[in-house]
């Protein structure tokens, strides 16, 4: 059974810190990209970071560059985003998401739940 579970999302105060956590079971972890999305209220869901297979390599959207840093512990099936300098635009569900690193032609992927991040003072 394939599961992806975000946990680590709460209320913070402007300038604070979160670390979220994503755990993975039922594939095999280490052959997928991993990646952080967002939705904020009324907004188009964003990809925020991605990171690759072995971890090697790390891409992040320009509005949290600095702030934000992915990275997976694969040997735990866990991919983190730690959350430095939280501001209030940061407010939204944030999402785990995993695809295949290498091509197919109808890959299979797959949602987490989401989590809760609110900045406020």
């Known amino acids: 059974q394939v599961q992806l579970v975000e946990s680590g999302g709460g209320l913070v105060q402007p300038g604070g810190s979160l670390r979220l956590s994503c755990a993975a079971s039922g594939f095999t972890f280490s052959r997928y990209v991993m990646r952080w999305y967002r939705q904020a209220p009324g907004k188009e869901r964003e990809l925020v970071a991605a990171i690759s297979s072995t971890g090697d390599n790390t891409n992040y959207v320009d509005s949290i560059k600095g702030r934000f840093t992915i990275s997976r512990d694969n040997a735990k099936n866990t991919v983190y985003l730690q959350m430095n300098s939280l501001q209030p635009e940061d407010t939204a569900v944030y999402y785990c998401?995993?695809?295949?690193?290498?091509?197919?032609?109808?890959?299979?992927?797959?949602w987490g739940q989401g989590t809760q991040v609110t900045v406020s003072s």
């Open positions: 998401y995993a695809a295949p690193a290498i091509w197919t032609m109808s890959p299979t992927t797959y």
